[in-house]
């Protein structure tokens, strides 16, 4: 992260703040944390870190970003690729857009996850948890499902396809 174009560490407080922003993305509680970590993590701890009320060790941050499927620099807010931080930038959640396709027969589901996996081939990006979304992608897609940009966040939102919007 840049500041007066010198590098700035990330804080305590923004990486609480990320915590808790991926978890809610998520639709977890914090009892759902500690169920999915098979109590590793108990509940109480975790919104202690959500706080930024204790501290995290390296051991317990790459247990958080693996329980996330993110990278650990995503985690502590490393923003530094310049195609993840242009204005409005969305992060989809592919493992929940699997799980959409394969339970639902909503259109939209159907044509989001055919576009994600043609722009992942194209990127070579095969991690199939998280794609972020570069503004020339979800501008195709507000042409596509002929809607404005805002609704488009707000399906994804509904839909739970939607973890990072950065500004």
Known sequence: MMKNGTFQQPTSQSV??????LRKGRGWTLHEVEIRT??????????????GSRALSLTRTIEIADLF??????????????DATSAGALTIDQR??????ANNNDERVAVINSYISAIAARRGDWNGEV???RATDFDTLTLVFQISLP???????EKQLLLITLK
């Open 16 to 21: 609480a703040k990320r915590i808790r922003a």
């Open 38 to 51: 098979s109590g590793s993590i108990k509940a109480v701890v975790m919104g202690s870190y959500e706080r």
């Open 69 to 82: 499927g993110i990278p650990i620099a995503s985690l502590l807010g490393d923003f530094s690729r310049t």
């Open 96 to 101: 929940r857009l699997a799980e959409l396709t």
């Open 131 to 133: 794609l972020t979304l």
């Open 151 to 157: 609704d488009l966040k707000d399906w994804l939102s």
